[in-house]
């Protein structure tokens, strides 16, 4: 079974930019025709998809986000990667890594980045 | 935009009932593409439901789907301990973004 690893920082300061990376193992990132996305979770605002890419590094992002969100895929690595610029406190959040671009079958286990001076 | 609201916040039953959760949506999901998620404390979500009827790989046939349009329901036949948790509906039928409700914790009595 495919299972998923965020790694990042977990602290940030304000107008920087969030770098997280997603390790996919156990199975391939190429293949099966999967989407792999981001969502992260706010305690006050629940949950919200920030965007997917495909192993070809085609990428659809939530228009709320756009300006600010690169999503990149290294298939030899396999691991895809989220950059979220000019952050503020409210990008604090729990920031998963999922397999799907609708529904999400499979989900890392998630980290928190906590965006402060 | 379609907002997906999830009712009650809380409800609290007993091991053994039968659990009732249901999300109502601002407009019509296209072809009813609904998917079910429940979330341990500290853990990642899980996907319970997808295509508002279709269960995931592994999950238990007490978790059940319905509805359409608007109104779609999950439904939990026979509560076990392991089951009380909080529950998000996520609409996927029209373009991104993609949305979630606000989720509903089941407790126990």
């Known amino acids: 079974q495919v299972q998923l690893q965020e790694s990042g920082p977990g602290l940030v300061k304000p107008s920087q930019t969030l770098s997280l990376t997603c390790t996919v193992s156990g199975g391939s990132i190429s293949s099966g025709g999967y989407y792999w996305s981001w969502i992260r979770q706010d305690p006050g605002k629940g949950l919200e998809w920030i965007g997917y890419i495909y192993y070809n590094g085609n990428t659809y992002y939530n228009p709320s986000l756009k300006s600010r969100v690169i999503m990149s895929v290294d298939t030899s690595k396999k691991q895809f990667s989220l950059r979220l610029s000019s952050v503020t406190a409210a990008d604090t959040a729990v920031y998963y890594c999922a397999r799907g671009s609708d529904y999400f079958d499979q989900w890392g286990q998630g980290t928190l980045v906590t965006v402060s001076s | 935009e379609i907002v997906l609201t999830q009712s009650p916040d809380t409800l609290s039953l007993s091991p053994g009932e039968r659990a009732t959760l249901s999300c109502r949506a601002s407009?019509?999901?296209?072809?009813?593409?609904l998917s079910w998620y429940q979330q341990i404390p500290g853990q990642a979500p899980r996907l319970l439901i997808y295509?508002?009827?279709s269960r995931a790989t592994g999950i238990p046939d007490r978790f059940s789907g319905s509805g359409s349009g608007t109104d779609f329901t999950l439904t939990i036949s026979r509560l076990e301990p392991e089951d009380f948790a909080v529950y998000y509906c996520?609409?996927?039928?029209?373009?991104?973004?993609?949305?979630f409700g606000q989720g509903t914790k089941l407790e126990i009595k």
């Open positions: 996520q609409q996927y039928g029209s373009s991104p973004p993609y949305t």
């Open positions: 295509g508002t009827s």
């Open positions: 407009q019509s999901v296209g072809s009813n593409y």
